[in-house]
Nanobody
Framework: QVQLVESGGGLVQAGGSLRLTCAASGRTFRNYAMGWFRQAQGKEREFVAA????????YYADSVKGRFTISRDNAKNTVYLQMNSLRPEDTAVYYC?????????????????WGQGTQVTVSS
């Protein structure tokens, strides 16, 4: 069984920054890619960012490229999402997830375990 706990969400003004944290337990964390997804109210869940098992490869949605940075610390079983220059359209519940292989990808079907999510609200 894998447990993922997200934290770091909150309310921020447009142009501000937040750092999300996802703490993992129950699986050999370093053997799997990790990802962040988000779901805005009334919309489908969408890919945000992913990182390979050793941090050597990362992927971003076009909408966040250049503003968000995903990173991981395998010693702490933790993955991060640094979000800068936030916009009102970034408002959503953000979820971290464990991929079923090393390299990661953009499709939610590739991810086996999901956290409960953390709310990010960006005011204009």
């Amino acid at each position: 069984q894998v447990q993922l706990v997200e934290s770091g969400g909150g309310l921020v003004q447009a142009g501000g920054s937040l750092r999300l944290t996802c703490a993992a337990s129950g699986r050999t964390f370093r053997n799997y890619a990790m990802g962040w997804f988000r779901q805005a109210q009334g919309k489908e869940r969408e890919f945000v960012a992913a990182i390979s098992w050793n941090g050597g490869r990362s992927y971003y949605a076009d909408s966040v490229k250049g503003r968000f940075t995903i990173s991981r610390d395998n010693a702490k079983n933790t993955v991060y999402l640094q979000m800068n220059s936030l916009r009102p359209e970034d408002t959503a519940v953000y979820y971290c997830a464990v991929n079923h292989d090393l390299l990661g990808g953009t499709r939610s079907a590739e991810y086996d375990y999901w956290g409960q999510g953390t709310q990010v609200t960006v005011s204009s």
